[in-house]
C-alpha cells in the first residue's frame, strides 16, 4: 500500500520534532512525505492572480527545500495560504494523505479553555487520523510501543482501517489496549474489549498478541494521560467520535484532553458511528 504523510512545519521547535517523528515513521512504511508550510500573509494565494510568489513565500518554499534535502524517501513541498485548517483541508484533498503530521508547542501555563490549537481546529474542520508530536519528543527510532485506549463501545473507521492497519504492521507495532474500568467483572469487560478491537480490525496481522492493561479510571483522560508514559510507549491512540470534536465543550472532551497534555505522540483516528 502507498501511504503518504503530509507534515506541517512552521520551521519552529515543536515543528521540527514533528518532522523528525515522521520521517522516523516514513522509513519503514516506504511513505511519500509532503511538507507544508501555511503563509498567512494572505487568505488568497498570490501566484494565482500574478503569477509570482510574493518575498515571504519565496523564502518559505527556499526553508522547505532546505529541509527536503535532508530528508530520507521521495518528498515533495508545498506553501499553503490563509487559515491554516482551510489549507490543510485543501491539500488532503489533493494528495489524500494517510496521516496528517504536526507539533504540538507547550501550552501547559495557558488555561485549555484558552488553548485554540491547529489540532483541535483541524478535527473539526477536516477529520482525518492526525498525529500529534509533543515539542518535548526527541525521535531517535520508529515507534514500536503503542497503547490503544478505547471505550467499550462499537465503532468503525471506515475507509481509515486499511492504511492504519498498515501503519501498524509496517512498524512492527507491539499494541497494547487500554482497559478503563469501574466494573467488579473485569475478565468480562476486557474479553468484550478485544472483541471490539479484532472487529475494528486494526491489528489484524501483527506478529505479537494484543495485550490487555487495566486501569481503575474516575477520570478516563487522566488515566490514559497516566498510562501513556514515555517509559513505557512510543505512541497513544485514541479515537475521537463525532459527537465529541463537533460539540461546543470539545475542549472538555477526552480526545482534547489527551491531545494537549499527553508526553507521547498521539495519534487520532475519527470514528464513524
Request: aromatic share 4%; glycine share 4%.
Amino acid at each position: 500500500m502507498d501511504l503518504t504523510l503530509l507534515i506541517l512545519t512552521d520551521f519552529f521547535q515543536a515543528a521540527d520534532r514533528a518532522l523528525a517523528y515522521a520521517s522516523n515513521l516514513a522509513g519503514p512504511l516506504g511513505a511519500q512525505q509532503v511538507l507544508l508550510n501555511v503563509s498567512r500573509d494572505s487568505v488568497l494565494d498570490p501566484e494565482l492572480f500574478t503569477g509570482h510568489l510574493s518575498k515571504q513565500s519565496r523564502a518559505a518554499a527556499k526553508a522547505l527545500h532546505s529541509l527536503a534535502d535532508n530528508l530520507p524517501g521521495p518528498v515533495t513541498t508545498e506553501v499553503g495560504h490563509g487559515r491554516v485548517a482551510y489549507a490543510v483541508a485543501d491539500a488532503i484533498r489533493r494528495h489524500q494523505p494517510a496521516l496528517v503530521v504536526l507539533g504540538r508547542s507547550n501550552t501547559e501555563d495557558t488555561p485549555d479553555e484558552l488553548v485554540s490549537t491547529t489540532a483541535l481546529d483541524l478535527l473539526r474542520t477536516a477529520p482525518q487520523p492526525m498525529l500529534v508530536v509533543p515539542y518535548t519528543v526527541q525521535a531517535a527510532r520508529p515507534p514500536r510501543r503503542v497503547l490503544l485506549a478505547v471505550d467499550g463501545e462499537d465503532f468503525s473507521l471506515g475507509e481509515h482501517t486499511s492504511p492504519m492497519r498498515h501503519l501498524l504492521n509496517g512498524l512492527r507495532a507491539k499494541v497494547t489496549v487500554l482497559h478503563l474500568t469501574q466494573e467488579e467483572k473485569v475478565e468480562e469487560a476486557e474479553a468484550e474489549l478485544l472483541k471490539i478491537v479484532r472487529r475494528l480490525e486494526l491489528t489484524s496481522g501483527l506478529t505479537e498478541p494484543v495485550r490487555i492493561l487495566s486501569r481503575a479510571a474516575p477520570d478516563a483522560a487522566e488515566a490514559i494521560i497516566s498510562a501513556a508514559q514515555p517509559t513505557n510507549f512510543d505512541l497513544v491512540i485514541v479515537i475521537a467520535r463525532p459527537r465529541s470534536f463537533l460539540g461546543q465543550l470539545f475542549h472538555r472532551s477526552v480526545t482534547a484532553q489527551v491531545l494537549l497534555h499527553s508526553a507521547v505522540p498521539v495519534l487520532v483516528l475519527p470514528a464513524q458511528e
